[in-house]
């Protein structure tokens, strides 16, 4: 089983950037999609961008586009995600996600049942 480590989250102004990573051990990263995904307080956990094995056909929900990229090295078994202008309802806990299949995309719209996860992240933007 992958084992998933985020680090990289904190406080920051609103405008400002923060870049996140996720190492991941226990397994080839580079037979495997990898994702973000956070949830805010009272809020269900929601899909930010994913990439595939390859480090190509990076997905971004509607809401970060322009704003985030997503990127992996796999020579460092490592994710990250850039965000940049950063809002107050960017706060949120962030989840590095691993897909648990090889070769297969994490798309938006898949069953989170079908990843690993990490421990999280906390981002906390403010105004």
């Known amino acids: 089983q992958v084992q998933l480590a985020e680090s990289g989250g904190g406080l920051v102004q609103a405008g400002g950037s923060l870049r996140l990573s996720c190492a991941a051990s226990?397994?080839?990263?580079?037979?495997?999609?990898m994702g973000w995904f956070r949830q805010a307080p009272g809020k269900e956990r929601e899909f930010v961008a994913s990439?595939?094995?390859?480090?190509?056909?990076?997905y971004y929900a509607d809401s970060v586009k322009g704003r985030f990229t997503i990127s992996r090295d796999n020579a460092k078994n490592t994710v990250y995600l850039q965000m940049n202008s950063l809002k107050p309802e960017d706060t949120a806990v962030y989840y590095c996600?691993?897909?648990?299949?090889?070769?297969?995309?994490?798309?938006?719209?898949?069953?989170?049942?079908?990843?690993?996860w990490g421990q999280g992240t906390q981002v906390t933007v403010s105004s």
């Open positions: 226990g397994r080839t990263f580079s037979n495997y999609a």
């Open positions: 996600a691993a897909h648990n299949r090889e070769y297969t995309l994490m798309i938006p719209s898949a069953d989170a049942n079908g990843f690993d």
């Open positions: 990439i595939s094995w390859r480090g190509r056909m990076p």
